[in-house]
């Protein structure tokens, strides 16, 4: 593993919990293929019952947002309290929200 | 023993030695995600092998459990096939023999789905969803590895011919399985030969590969003729229940 071109690409894995959840981040590995990769995420990442379903996809194919433009893009939000739905009451009963 | 029980120890004896011979991938795998793959098998392997010796030792009525077949046995007593001890040598060779293996171990145990021994009935049921998946991930490997590189290719052939003359001994019948038959525990194992054959037939299709040479086929596990590979697995395999005699922790 010496040189990093014959390192076998990145992949980051996603599970889904149980039905009517969303799929989550985890974690990565590395495969050479989108088969081999579901594979190395089953043996991973769902040895202890985490899941009912996974998806796998190139790190390289994920567009990440710059952290230099962090404060133009998410500071904005900070002051804008009406934004939260937090004037509502939550029935009982209600989980996953 | 009687056939029944036999029966039982033959399962039992062959998901163990494998599950053993796997784990010694731990830590020393290609990649981490590989080293987890296996590891994964193995565990498979000895979760199918605690059931199948629990109810050997049970029919055996003599007061042994699962442990003490698998523990305090020597290895002339042991009935697993030549195939699953032989040694890992490289990753392809031990792919290799995944590969015959849990083809011919999905075949058995969706088989044994139908047997009136309700407890092989329930372990079969249970462990061959677990035999799908290694079915799947040594076609897999038999496919990258034999459509790879020249060097992955050359090694895929060496394995596969290192472990092709062990496979004929997997559908080999004898008065164990005629005894478990009758009593509609066993399944003819020959029948399943067919399938078996047109399974890997197919990979290697895929994996550009020819089928290996015939060779002499060498048998015998099963009355406990092994190979020399099987006395050093059991010497590392139960050396802490032979000098601490019932240790547990």
């Known amino acids: 593993m010496s040189d990093p071109s014959k390192e076998w690409p990145l992949w980051e894995v996603f599970v889904r919990g149980k039905g009517g959840l969303s799929h989550r981040h985890v974690g990565s590995v590395h495969a050479v293929d989108a088969k081999m990769a579901l594979e190395h995420a089953r043996d991973t990442y769902t040895r202890r019952m985490e899941g009912v379903s996974l998806w796998v996809l190139p790190s390289a194919q994920i567009v990440a947002s710059d952290p230099g433009d962090a404060g133009a893009l998410f500071e904005p939000a900070e002051d804008k309290v009406y934004r939260h739905p937090t004037f509502y009451k939550i029935p009982d009963g209600i989980t996953h929200i | ?249």
């Open chain 2, 1 to 249: 023993m009687d056939a029944i029980a036999t029966y039982a120890l033959r399962l039992g004896d062959d998901s163990l030695i494998l599950g053993q011979r796997l784990s010694e991938w731990c830590g020393h795998a290609p990649a981490l995600e590989v080293d987890l793959s296996l590891a994964n098998v193995a565990l498979d392997q000895v979760g199918q092998a605690t059931h199948f010796l629990n109810l050997a030792g049970e029919l055996e009525g003599k007061g042994r459990d699962g442990d003490a077949l698998a523990f305090r046995r020597d290895v002339m007593d042991f009935t697993n096939c030549l195939l699953v001890e032989q040694p890992n040598g490289d990753f392809a060779q031990t792919i290799a023999r995944q590969l015959l293996f849990s083809h011919y171990q999905e075949l058995l145990f969706t088989a044994l789905m139908g047997s009136k021994n309700a407890t092989i009935a329930a372990i079969a049921a249970k462990a061959v969803k677990e035999t799908s998946y290694h079915a799947t991930l040594a076609s897999d490997w038999v496919v990258r590895l034999g459509d790879g590189t020249d060097e992955s290719k050359a090694r895929m052939v060496a394995g596969l011919d290192w472990m092709w003359r062990f496979a004929d001994e997997l559908f080999v019948m004898d008065e164990v399985d005629a005894a478990a038959i009758k009593a509609g525990v066993g399944v003819d194992k020959a029948s399943l030969r067919a399938a078996w054959e047109t399974r890997i037939d197919a990979v290697l299709a895929d994996a550009t590969l020819a089928r290996p040479a015939p060779r002499r086929a060498t048998t015998g596990g099963r009355i406990g003729r092994h190979s020399e590979h099987l006395g050093h697995l059991l010497s590392d395999m139960q050396f802490l229940q032979r000098a601490y005699p019932g240790a547990t922790w």
